[in-house]
């Protein structure tokens, strides 16, 4: 019965169970859940160039956080270098610095 429950318990650790969400306003510090940060934008065609930790899958929706707070969504892109992605800018004018992260990890303003 105790070989279960920690087998259970080391499945669920490593099977990619979702992070706690993190409250956006504590800084960039607190947001361990964060999956990159934008390193430069084409506002004019609408792109961003986000550098990951981890790559996020192609057609991914992403919130874009800015000084604490939600401040747009980007879609990444099949165009990826290393650790750099495009993102398609679906929302809000993000910055070079702002923090991208998975939908399902910030808050939904």
Do not use: K, N
Request: charged share 30%.
């Amino acid at each position: 019965m105790r070989r279960t429950a920690v087998l259970a318990a080391a499945l669920m650790a490593a099977g990619g169970c979702q992070h706690p969400a993190a409250d956006p306003a504590d800084g960039p510090d607190a947001m361990a859940w964060a999956q990159g940060r934008i390193r430069s934008v084409d506002a004019r065609r609408g792109f961003a160039i986000v550098e990951c930790d981890l790559l996020p899958a192609a057609g991914r929706r992403m919130r874009v956080i800015a000084d604490g707070r939600a401040a747009g969504w980007v879609r990444i892109t099949e165009r990826r270098r290393g650790a750099w992605v495009a993102a398609e800018i679906e929302e809000g004018e993000p910055r070079v610095g702002d923090w991208v992260v998975g939908a399902g990890f910030a808050a939904e303003d």
